[in-house]
């Protein structure tokens, strides 16, 4: 079992961000970032969870009937954050790290303050072998998700934003949220101009994805 992601996912996932993830404007741009994990998910772990594949139906189905049992509108639970939770049932995801944005810091639930997200993340992966590792983030309590890679090399560290406008490791599209995808230094301060609610973070599991046939 890998501890990092192969080359191989790497590369699958940039190929599918350049060529099918793609920004959606009008009515459908509420999905269009969880439209765009979903294309990361499939490129790292397989068909099965790719956009409108086995998991995404069963999960889309679970949250429309629970829906219609509380007199809910149609979407109000299907949110990133519980996608991600569901997915920590299936193994793909670990587990769920919260934290919130106050006065310059970030807080966990436990009381615990850190200057910096991106140091804690890169922290936690700073014993494994160089590598890429991907993690899927729901931002300000899921008002935006995306999937970030932190790329380890004898050099450092590289993090990379993955979202909707996300052109590939290297570029992004008109109307995007960063000016790259490359955030190295920069995580905290575009994670907090969405606001101060939590963050979520789930580093996803590669032993998941090196399991695959």
């Known amino acids: 079992m890998s501890s990092v992601f192969t080359p191989d996912a ?4 940039d190929d599918r961000y350049v060529n099918e993830v793609r920004p959606e404007h009008g009515e459908s741009s509420r999905g269009g970032c969880m439209k765009a994990v979903y294309i990361g998910l499939g490129a790292l772990f397989g068909k099965k969870y790719g956009f409108r594949e086995d998991f ?4 889309f189905q679970k949250a429309r009937r629970e829906e219609n049992q509380k007199g809910l ?10 996608v991600f939770r569901a997915l920590e049932k299936e193994g793909i995801a670990l587990a769920e790290q919260k934290f919130r944005p106050v006065n310059g810091k970030w807080l966990t639930p436990n009381g615990d303050s850190m200057d910096s997200l ?3 993340l890169i922290n936690q992966i700073s014993a494994l072998p160089n590598g ?3 993690f899927g983030v729901a931002v300000n309590e899921a008002f935006h998700s995306l999937l ?8 450092g560290f590289a993090v990379y934003w993955m979202d909707q406008f996300s052109n590939g490791f290297d570029a992004v599209r008109a109307g995007a949220f960063v000016a790259s995808p490359n955030v190295t230094g920069r995580l905290d301060q575009e994670l907090r101009s969405f606001g101060s609610k939590p963050t979520s973070v789930w580093r996803l599991n ?4 090196s399991a695959l046939p």
């Open 10 to 13: 790497v590369q699958k996932v």
């Open 56 to 59: 995404h139906k069963a999960f």
């Open 73 to 82: 509108p149609e979407g109000r639970l299907n949110t990133i954050d519980r």
């Open 118 to 120: 991106e140091a804690e």
């Open 132 to 134: 890429s590792q991907f």
């Open 148 to 155: 970030l890679r932190i790329h380890k090399t004898d050099a």
């Open 206 to 209: 590669p032993e998941m994805a």
